[in-house]
């Protein structure tokens, strides 16, 4: 199937900075999105979701942008804390049934 | 509300011995999903469940594996034998609903080493 590719394995950046992580995807007709957060030891969280109808969704703390035109996803963290420290996936489901596809994740570390 | 458990958290045994892996999905969930973690590899999807019922094993790696689910509190993911490149953490997720707009929900996984 097609597959969900991440820009950058690792990200590091200053506590209180806004953090940026990318996400490119392939398959055109994908209708859904999903970012997790993976923390050390434990399995992936939900975070937020954006459905292909929206370009944006806010969360706390966390917005999420769809490009469409060019298959780009983007998870972006205000005022990042010591406890956004994850690999943050997305997942890309294809078209039919409940499956989720994910790439390697973006491991963002914050330094304080 | 319990989330997805996973049992055992941590495995370690041998090569050769037969390893059985236990999730208990979140309750009215009705879909299922085992996956594989590794850093080489990341997460990979190995087969999925609706309703009880196996809908796509394809992601399953050989043979060695297999995956029941009795009834809608329980699954298990068996490998038979059991090899050292099988060493990875295993999670279970399950969504509400069998279609493609429902996030899922991870356990906490198990920790699998083989030596």
């Known amino acids: 199937g097609e597959s969900v590719g991440l820009h950058l394995p690792t990200l590091s950046v200053q506590e209180g900075d806004n953090s940026i992580i990318n996400c490119a995807y392939s398959?055109?007709?994908?209708?859904?999105f999903i970012w997790y957060k993976q923390e050390s030891g434990k399995g992936p969280q939900f975070i937020i979701d954006i459905r292909s109808n929206m370009d944006k969704r806010q969360g706390q703390r966390v917005t999420v942008l769809l490009n469409k035109t060019v298959k780009h996803l983007s998870l972006q963290i205000a005022a990042t804390q010591p406890g956004d420290s994850a690999v943050y996936f997305c997942a890309d489901p294809p078209n039919t049934g409940n499956q989720f596809y994910f790439g390697t994740g973006t491991s963002l570390t914050v330094i304080p | 509300d319990a989330g997805v458990i996973q049992s055992p958290r941590h495995e370690v045994t041998e090569m050769g011995q037969e390893v059985t892996l236990r999730c208990k999905p979140i309750?009215?969930?009705?879909?299922l999903f085992w996956y594989r973690q590794t850093m080489m590899r990341g997460l990979e999807l190995l087969i999925y469940?609706?309703?009880?019922?196996?809908?796509?094993d394809s992601g399953m790696p050989e043979d060695r594996f297999s995956a029941k689910m009795p009834n809608a509190s329980f699954s298990t993911l068996k490998i038979q034998p059991s090899e050292p490149r099988d060493s990875a953490v295993y999670f279970c997720?399950?969504?509400?609903?069998?279609?493609?707009?429902?996030?899922?929900?991870f356990g906490d996984g198990t920790r699998l080493s083989i030596l």
């Open positions: 309750s009215g969930h009705n879909s």
């Open positions: 469940f609706n309703n009880n019922v196996p809908i796509d």
């Open positions: 997720a399950s969504s509400l609903h069998s279609n493609s707009n429902q996030p899922q929900h």
């Open positions: 398959n055109s007709a994908s209708d859904y």
